[in-house]
């Protein structure tokens, strides 16, 4: 049985309570037991202490204390990350999930989030004003860790990605200062905040730009997996000359309960094309038209809808409390061997509910410069997922072997580096994912925004 660890000591617990008006979660305690879950079952770890702060002011304290008395912190947002960044063993949890709230000023189109707000929250925001931006793809996602690892969505290709749309973010450093970074202001912290994977400090705000986007024509296209080969060859020509406002993946997976499925498919391997188009709602079925005819369709589930509706439509595969394991790869173009390897895979996944994704790139996001943000991906054309998944912990190991061994099957002809957001915890520290000259760059910022190393590696 795993041992709780040593809660802080008595001079600190009085300080915190002194001047924090949140939550301070002990171990030993049910509330603790609770809020330290991670959203990847796999991951166990037990902070010393865990601060629910109810504002900025609340993370300025806290941090000032960790100071004082040299402790440790990490900080979580939504808790979304797969390799579970936002807590550690022995450290001062900062949770912001009590920050949630969102603002939008429709006539600047602007959107204001709190560091622990989750995508939903802007989503359904900006909604209210025909307004979107760049989010995840599940609406549980939160904003923080999504954006400070690059941020990939729908309207990526169109807007590009959510580091593209952040126009600044309030700070607060690891000594408690409060600084708001922008182009204008802490140039060289908001350029690291911008793909650098975090550790610079709390973001307890964001400012997006925001687009008029109100419906899309979104959908599923569900094959065999037998098809999955060819679909794949299509989708790589397909997205090479695709215009900037379609976005869409590939999805190697086990049939889910869809009600527009027959039920005699569910639990069946199958090839799913998810597709959404962002322009002109009367250019989409013949945009989309290459990737709905080919092969032999087993439903077709397509049309107009409102944006906010897509973005929450995913949700219902990504619940907290599953056991996972993950591995990327990103190409200029997905080689013909990937392709083959990926589609015998799909016939043959670990567990029922692992995925293979295969999404592109390109459009905006290929247009910023590779200096501009710490961002690595900037010149893949393609990237895909391996997304080890099960809600049974016996299968768990296993599992973990096989996407290994799946994800060293697909390196050759893989670029560089890897993208932040679907690291695991055997990948390292992000800024070594981001080439020797960004990481170096990363880790000066470093030193000079928390010389004590006060924030766990990120």
Excluded at 219 to 248: H, K, Q, S
Aim: proline residues 6%; contains cysteine; charged residues 20%.
């Amino acid at each position: 049985m795993t041992r709780d660890p040593t809660p802080p000591r008595p001079e600190v617990l009085k300080a915190l309570r002194s001047h924090v008006r949140g939550e301070i979660l002990l171990p030993g305690e049910v509330n603790y037991a609770i809020a330290r879950r991670c959203w990847n079952a796999s991951i166990d770890r037990r902070p010393a202490g865990i601060v629910r702060c109810k504002d900025a002011e609340d993370v300025t304290q806290t941090l000032r204390i960790a100071t004082e008395y040299d402790l440790p912190v990490t900080v979580r947002g939504g808790g979304h990350n797969v390799a579970g960044r936002g807590i550690a063993d022995e450290a001062l949890l900062i949770d912001l999930s009590r920050m949630r709230g969102v603002s939008v000023r429709g006539d600047s189109c602007v959107a204001e989030a709190q560091g622990g707000a989750l995508w939903h929250d802007v989503d359904v925001a900006a909604a209210r004003c025909g307004l979107a931006t760049t989010g995840g793809l599940v609406s549980s996602t939160g904003v923080g860790g999504f954006t400070l690892g690059g941020g990939a969505g729908w309207l990526m290709r169109r807007f590009g990605l959510a580091i593209d749309n952040l126009r600044a973010a309030a700070v607060v450093l690891a000594d408690g200062r409060f600084v708001r970074a922008s182009a204008e202001e802490h140039p060289d912290l908001f350029w690291g905040l911008r793909g650098g994977g975090g550790g610079l400090g709390v973001v307890t705000g964001f400012e997006f730009a925001l687009h008029p986007v109100r419906q899309v024509y979104a959908g599923v296209v569900v094959r065999p997996a037998e098809e999955a080969e060819l679909l794949l060859r299509t989708f790589r020509e397909f997205t090479a000359r695709a215009p900037d406002a379609f976005c869409g993946l590939v999805a190697l997976m086990h049939a889910p309960t869809l009600p527009f499925l027959d039920a005699a498919w569910y639990g069946r391997p199958v090839a799913v094309t998810a597709l959404c188009w962002s322009g002109e709602l009367a250019m989409a079925e013949e945009v989309l038209a290459p990737l709905r005819r080919v092969g032999s369709p087993i439903v077709d589930h397509l049309g107009p809808m409102p944006y906010v509706q897509w973005q929450h439509l995913q949700d219902v595969g990504a619940p907290s409390g599953r056991y996972h394991y993950w591995k990327t790869a990103s190409y200029r173009s997905l080689p013909d061997a990937a392709i083959k390897t990926l589609a015998d895979a799909a016939l043959s996944l670990p567990t029922a509910l692992t995925e293979i994704h295969v999404q592109h790139l390109g459009g905006a996001v290929a247009r910023v410069s590779g200096e501009e943000t710490p961002f690595a991906q900037r010149d893949a054309g393609i990237f895909v997922n391996l997304i080890g998944a099960t809600q049974w912990p016996e299968e768990f190991p296993l599992m973990r072997e096989r996407v290994r061994a799946l994800h060293g099957s697909i390196a050759d002809g893989s670029l560089p580096g890897l993208f932040p957001n679907f690291t695991d915890r055997d990948d390292g520290r992000v800024s070594d994912q981001l080439g020797p000259t960004t990481a170096e760059r990363l880790q000066a910022l470093r030193r000079r925004y928390d010389p004590a190393g006060r924030f766990a590696p990120a």
